[in-house]
């Protein structure tokens, strides 16, 4: 509980109120701001839950294929200059001249 809404009940039990009814009353305020700040978001709805289930595994493969797609890019430019390296080496030690 934050420290302004203990001293709020703290106060308010001073006055007169108890502390089971003001805990009920902040518990109650707090599920009322949730699903309002819910329904704001668009997901107050029964199927808000299916939703948000599809988009976390749209977000899952759509990171799965990032992954993969760097890796791949990582083996093609790791190859391409293994490539390289392997004509540099051959043009060094004269391979042209072995050719012909």
Same mark, same amino acid.
């Given at each position: 509980?934050?420290?302004?809404?203990?001293?709020?009940?703290?106060?308010?039990?001073?006055?007169? +109120?108890?502390?089971?009814?003001?805990?009920?009353?902040?518990?109650? +305020?707090?599920?009322?701001?949730?699903? *309002?700040?819910?329904? *704001?978001?668009?997901?107050?709805?029964?199927?808000?839950?299916?939703?948000?289930?599809?988009?976390?595994?749209?977000? +899952?493969?759509? *990171?799965?294929?990032? *992954?993969?797609?760097?890796?791949?890019?990582?083996?093609?430019?790791?190859?391409?200059?293994? +490539?390289?390296?392997?004509?540099?080496?051959?043009?060094?030690?004269?391979?042209?001249?072995?050719?012909?």
């Amino acid at each position: 509980m934050s420290a302004v809404l203990a001293e709020l009940m703290r106060q308010a039990e001073e006055d007169g +109120a108890s502390l089971p009814v003001l805990r009920a009353i902040a518990e109650e +305020a707090g599920e009322l701001s949730a699903a *309002r700040a819910l329904e *704001r978001l668009g997901l107050g709805d029964r199927g808000a839950a299916k939703d948000m289930a599809e988009l976390r595994e749209l977000l +899952a493969a759509w *990171r799965d294929a990032k *992954r993969s797609a760097t890796r791949a890019a990582i083996g093609w430019v790791t190859r391409l200059a293994a +490539a390289l390296l392997l004509v540099g080496l051959a043009v060094k030690l004269g391979f042209w001249g072995w050719v012909r």
